[in-house]
């Protein structure tokens, strides 16, 4: 079956650290990767996603890469803001039926 | 466009009482999710509709929730009888068929069972 693993939380950094939240998988087939991000009161939603292996995701300023050989589509971003503190997850999808696996989220608190 | 719509956004009640949650999902979307997220269990699927149509409900605790999607605007998920352990926060999503499309979730209804 589907898994996706994230690095344990909470992570803690203060504002402009470098940001890295492992993820890795396991799936049949070629799956989809995504980075939801959900902040306080609010409901999870895309940051980015990529397709296909070797496919970089980005948007504000968060990047990911699809290794299929390593299986993995860690987040990164090179310097962190308070605004970023919220839980992200993982999540991917390998069939059209719309439904996704998700990481157990990964809480990140920005100090300024 | 407007997003995934769910009501109320809060609910306190007894336990015991019937509860209804709401979700209007985005138009043109065929998959409809329920999701439940707690503190203690991370997110968890409840349920998911195709078309209107419930393709796994495994993911539904018991014989008090169901789920209905009477049309392809509207969806519910009702608890009754209410436990205090249902309190959580639910959340509704919809998204496209493909496997590289994501899902849009609603902002949530948090639902405390006294």
């Known amino acids: 079956g589907n898994s996706v693993t994230q690095m344990e939380g909470p992570v803690t950094l203060s504002e402009e650290a470098f940001l890295t939240i492992n993820c890795t998988y396991t799936?049949?087939?070629?799956?989809?990767l995504f980075w939801y991000v959900q902040y306080p009161g609010e409901g999870l939603q895309l940051l980015l996603k990529?397709?296909?292996?070797?496919d970089k995701g980005s948007n504000k300023g968060f990047e990911a890469t699809y290794r299929k050989e390593t299986t993995s589509f860690h987040l990164e971003k090179g310097s962190v803001q308070v605004s970023d503190s919220a839980v992200y997850f993982c999540?991917?999808?390998?069939?059209?039926?719309?439904?996704?696996?998700f990481g157990d989220g990964t809480t990140l608190t920005v100090k300024p | 466009d407007a997003g995934v719509i769910q009501s109320p956004r809060h609910e306190v009640t007894e336990m015991g009482q019937e509860v209804t949650l709401r979700c209007k999902p985005i138009s043109g979307h065929d998959y409809l999710f329920w999701y439940r997220q707690t503190m203690m269990r991370g997110l968890e699927l409840l349920i998911y509709?195709?078309?209107?149509?419930?393709?796994?409900d495994s993911g539904m605790p018991e014989d008090r929730f169901s789920a209905k999607m009477p049309n392809a605007s509207f969806s519910t998920l009702k608890i009754q009888p209410s436990e205090p352990r249902d309190s959580a926060v639910y959340f509704c999503?919809?998204?496209?068929?493909?496997?590289?499309?994501?899902?849009?979730f609603g902002d949530g209804t948090r639902l405390s069972i006294l």
């Open positions: 990529a397709t296909k292996a070797d």
């Open positions: 999540a991917l999808s390998n069939t059209n039926a719309g439904k996704s696996t």
């Open positions: 509709f195709n078309n209107n149509v419930p393709i796994d």
């Open positions: 799936a049949t087939g070629y799956p989809s």
């Open positions: 999503a919809s998204s496209q068929t493909g496997r590289d499309q994501p899902q849009h």
